[in-house]
């Protein structure tokens, strides 16, 4: 038996309007991180500031952190904070702006560190000396307000680093479901199926607990009988405050159990197709629990909790509903050639079998493993 920590925000803020709850922060400045446009054009950044600004805060607006953050984002909004001096960081947004946040707040308060310096596991110096940190997610997906990861994308050498630092967790976490209510359907499917990874891979991971299950169990729970809803009746508050709930719990799972394969083998096809992130895990999960299915009984535990007659084919029964296709080549988003995908397999296979995510699957791993269920998720069995 090993020695394991659980971890987790000190406060979770949930349901309708808890995003008032920025008018009870206590501070002088705060510096609002955000994405693209989406919070700025649904209003949801100008409430965000309002609120602070009632509860006496002077705020600096850093915008435009772009999908799969770059190390530059991150120094240039760093640099921002240093001139400024926050005493508290929030971010508001999807899991990119969330992720590019929490590593600007670690350059705003070790400036002189490079982005080298963070990247071996518990290599980060603590944090807190100069802000803490408020989590605001737009997308029920990610789950970066409550976990200790965040990843960012050197873009010059074009790998995805996952920043791991206990420090990281959010000393408070804002879940308001009228946020991802303007998610549109493909972001609400495909953002819904990476919860549903996140749970059944920290259900099913090695470094699963007593702790960590009943998260993952509920969070699966909260999928099967709400995302469904969410994409077809976006405005459906019940169904969004469900969803954005499990994402939360999923990401206490998964940030305190790790994950498994399909997120290895994500990652990599990510990296050589483009494809969005959730949309690959959701279009791979079958056929891995398929094959991890020889390995443990966890899955057939979760049939018996949840009532589900055969997990596989309610997952895929779902991908189905949400008009996700059952196989990479049938893919529409991105157009992965048969040509290409064979080109890229081996070393695909070979860069997922060293993921990180790769040490806790449940099921036996190799390079032939791996490959074999890339061919699958691409022709389907
Ligand atoms: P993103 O943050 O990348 O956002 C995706 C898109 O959705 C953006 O175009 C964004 O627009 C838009 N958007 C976000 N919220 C809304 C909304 N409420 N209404 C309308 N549009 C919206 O997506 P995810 O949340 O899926 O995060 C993915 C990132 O998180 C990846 O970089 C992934 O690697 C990382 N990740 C981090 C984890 C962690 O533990 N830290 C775990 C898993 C993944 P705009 O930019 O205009 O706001
Ligand atoms: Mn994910």
């Known amino acids: 038996m090993t020695i394991s920590t659980f971890s987790l925000p000190r406060n979770i803020v949930y349901g309708e309007n808890a995003l008032d709850h920025l008018s009870q ?23 965000a500031e309002d609120l602070l600004k009632q509860a006496n805060f002077e705020c600096i607006i850093i915008d435009n952190v772009e999908p799969n953050p770059s190390v530059e984002t991150v120094r240039n909004g ?15 947004g999807g899991g990119s702006a969330l992720d590019a946040a929490k590593v600007m707040w670690c350059f705003y308060e070790h400036p002189h560190l490079s982005f080298e310096d963070i990247i071996p596991v518990g290599s980060m110096p603590p944090l807190r000396t100069k802000a803490r940190f408020v989590a605001i ?20 050498n074009h790998i995805k680093y996952p920043i791991v630092a206990a420090d990281m967790v959010p000393d408070i ?80 799972a998964f940030t305190n159990a790790s994950l498994g394969l399909v997120h290895s083998m994500a990652h990599k096809i990510g990296g050589e197709f483009d494809i969005t992130h959730g949309l690959a895990n959701a279009i791979m999960l ?14 057939r535990l979760l049939e018996r909790t949840l009532r589900i007659k055969d997990l596989i084919d ?15 080549k049938d893919c529409r988003e991105v157009v992965i050639e ?14 997922a079998l060293a993921d990180p995510c790769t040490v806790t699957n449940p099921g036996h791993t190799s390079v032939e493993n791996i490959k074999n269920l890339y061919q699958q998720s691409y022709y389907g069995k």
């Not at 997610?137 to 010059?156: A, C, L, R």
């Not at 019940?238 to 990401?251: D, F, K, P, T, W």
């Open 25 to 47: 922060l206590v501070g002088k400045r705060a510096a609002l991180v955000t994405g693209g446009s989406s919070m700025k054009r649904l209003g949801f950044l100008k409430r």
């Open 78 to 92: 760093a640099e921002a904070m240093l001139a400024f001096q926050p005493d508290w960081i929030v971010a508001i």
């Open 137 to 156: 997610p737009s997308t029920s997906g990610s789950g970066s307000e409550i976990t200790s990861f965040s990843v960012i994308t050197d873009t010059k």
């Open 173 to 252: 976490a804002i879940l308001d479901p009228r946020i991802p209510a303007k998610m549109p359907p493909s972001i609400t499917a495909n953002t819904g199926m990476d919860v549903l990874t996140h749970a059944l891979e920290a259900y099913a991971s090695t470094a699963a607990t007593s702790f960590t299950d009943p998260y993952a169990i509920e969070a699966i729970r909260l999928v099967f009988d709400n995302l469904e809803t969410a994409y077809l009746q976006p405005d459906n508050l019940i169904a969004r405050y469900n969803m954005h709930n499990a994402s939360a719990l999923a990401g206490i």
């Open 286 to 299: 079958p056929y891995i629990i398929q094959y991890n299915r020889l390995s443990t009984d966890k899955y």
């Open 314 to 328: 309610a997952i895929k029964d779902l991908n189905r509903r949400l008009d996700i296709p059952l196989t990479l």
């Open 338 to 351: 048969e040509k290409t995908f064979n080109t890229v397999l081996e070393r695909m296979s070979e860069n």
